[in-house]
């Protein structure tokens, strides 16, 4: 039996070990990453062979699942040929697909296979969101999604020549030229820019959310659902060492996480509180839980699990949030509300219903928008345009 062919029925048994639960469990990722650790006769090599191809079958799930058990070799081989051209995946594909033809659009490899590129994306989320429907938008949400670094150093240098030393090749985002694209399968959490805290890894549609808000040097910021504080050490360093953030989540752990980051990063302008100060803060960040629809180019899973039903609980704890947070913001402040969701019931509609409820906020222009149109003062931030996941942002201001 060739290496190949041994390497085909391991995926085959993942696969099945998966499929009851690819489309109802929210947490997969954790599932997978289990899975591939239980496999004591796995090397690191083999783990991200077999990610790759899990990934790849969740992204083009439609196109695959019918045919898991009564055309198992054809389900090894269209894997083996949609997945990633890595030097991980390389051999693998050689003897698995060289035989198919190399199709780069998405539009000719589901004329190959005969499918529908549609398909790709829940039917139900059409209504919510007809943009990413477009040949453009439905080719960046198959796409591997990008590792993108946000720069913690006034010295890119350093972090510059480290990498060409290891041979990684970066790019600089046209856009945000402070947000380097790793190009290749570098890991930079192995790096000594990474240890030093020169470098944070932050999505780039992540990093134009609190770049379109024009933040003021010096302001007092509170970050209401912080989480482990990747827009936190953002804001805090978008402050400068005469400004500060107050972080808040309800999870503690997050917060120990986000202190770490903080002190690697050598920023002392963070802070966690319990109980923020009403009316205290030039500036409120409600980066709110949402669906994660915006991510589902990077957690292709939760294009299954997630239903409309989610959509609408997601909206209605969003606009609590909101309201609950408001009173932090001081007269003249802003209230700047965030999701990685492509919804307008959780963007939109929220804003709209607090602004109606909430007679002493007026919604703002934002200071940039990257390209996008502002819809009512605020944007949406589509994956294919910068190579992000998806976002959505709106500045309000207390009168």
Same mark, same amino acid.
């Given at each position: ?6 390497q ?8 099945r070990q998966l @499929?009851? /639960?690819?489309r109802r ?5 954790? &599932?997978?990453?289990?899975l591939?650790?239980?496999?004591r ?5 083999d783990r ?7 990934y790849?079958?969740l992204?083009y799930?439609?196109?695959? !699942?019918?045919?898991? %058990? ?9 894997v083996?040929?949609?997945?990633? *051209?890595t030097?991980?995946? &390389?051999a ?15 539009? %000719? ?6 499918a529908?590129?549609?398909t790709?994306l829940p039917?139900?989320?059409?209504d919510?969101c ?6 453009? !938008? ?7 999604a990008?590792?993108w670094?946000?720069?913690q150093?006034? &010295?890119?240098?350093?972090?510059r020549?480290?990498?060409?030393a290891?041979d ?5 985002a ?5 947000a380097?694209?790793?190009l290749?399968d570098? *890991?930079?959490t192995?790096s ?7 470098i944070?890894?932050?999505?780039l549609?992540s ?12 302001e007092?910021?509170?970050d209401a659902?912080?989480?482990?504080g ?7 360093r978008l =402050?400068?060492? #005469?400004?500060?953030?107050d972080?808040h989540?309800i ?5 120990d996480?986000?202190?770490s ?8 302008n963070?802070?966690?509180? *319990?109980?923020?100060e009403? @009316?205290?803060? #030039?500036?409120? =960040?409600?980066?709110?839980?949402c ?7 990077r ?5 299954w699990t ?6 609408g609980e997601?909206?209605?704890l969003?606009?609590?949030?909101l309201?609950?947070?408001a ?8 209230l ?6 492509l919804?307008?019931? %959780?963007?939109a &509609? ?7 409820a909430h ?7 934002? @200071? ?5 149109i502002p819809?009512?003062n605020a944007?949406?931030?589509?994956p294919?345009? /910068?190579?992000? *996941?998806?976002?959505f ?7």
């Amino acid at each position: 039996m060739s290496v190949a062919t041994s390497q085909q029925q391991v995926f085959l048994r993942l696969l099945r070990q998966l @499929a009851p /639960h690819w489309r109802r469990d929210a947490a997969l990722p954790r &599932r997978i990453q289990q899975l591939l650790s239980g496999e004591r006769s796995f090397g690191s090599r083999d783990r991200r062979l077999y990610r790759e191809l899990l990934y790849t079958t969740l992204r083009y799930l439609p196109w695959i !699942e019918p045919d898991l %058990e009564r055309e198992p070799a054809r389900v090894v081989k269209i894997v083996a040929w949609l997945a990633a *051209d890595t030097r991980d995946t &390389r051999a693998y594909r050689e003897e698995t697909c060289a035989d198919w033809p190399t199709l780069s659009s998405l539009a %000719e490899r589901a004329s190959f296979l005969k499918a529908h590129p549609e398909t790709l994306l829940p039917a139900w989320f059409r209504d919510d969101c007809p943009e990413i429907f477009t040949p453009t !938008e439905l080719a960046a949400q198959l796409a591997r999604a990008p590792i993108w670094l946000r720069l913690q150093t006034e &010295r890119p240098e350093d972090v510059r020549s480290e990498f060409e030393a290891v041979d990684w090749r970066i790019k600089e985002a046209p856009a945000l030229p402070s947000a380097w694209r790793i190009l290749g399968d570098g *890991d930079a959490t192995k790096s000594k820019a990474y240890t030093r805290g020169l470098i944070e890894i932050q999505d780039l549609g992540s990093q134009l959310v609190l770049e379109s808000v024009g933040i003021e040097d010096g302001e007092h910021w509170l970050d209401a659902c912080a989480g482990a504080g990747g827009k936190t050490l953002q804001l805090a360093r978008l =402050l400068g060492g #005469d400004g500060s953030v107050d972080a808040h989540d309800i999870r503690a752990t997050a917060l120990d996480e986000l202190l770490s980051r903080a002190e690697r990063a050598e920023l002392e302008n963070v802070r966690t509180v *319990d109980a923020p100060e009403p @009316a205290a803060y #030039d500036g409120v =960040l409600v980066d709110a839980p949402c669906s994660g629809s915006g991510t589902w180019r990077r957690s292709p899973h939760l294009k299954w699990t997630t239903t409309p039903a989610q959509i609408g609980e997601k909206a209605w704890l969003q606009q609590t949030l909101l309201a609950k947070f408001a009173g932090n913001v001081r007269p003249g402040g802003r209230l700047v509300y965030a999701t990685c969701s492509l919804s307008p019931q %959780e963007n939109a &509609r929220v804003v709209d219903a607090f602004l109606a409820a909430h007679p002493e906020f007026q919604s703002v222009p934002l @200071a940039r928008n990257f390209g996008f149109i502002p819809v009512q003062n605020a944007i949406t931030l589509l994956p294919a345009r /910068h190579d992000t *996941d998806g976002f959505f942002v709106a500045s309000l201001r207390r009168r």
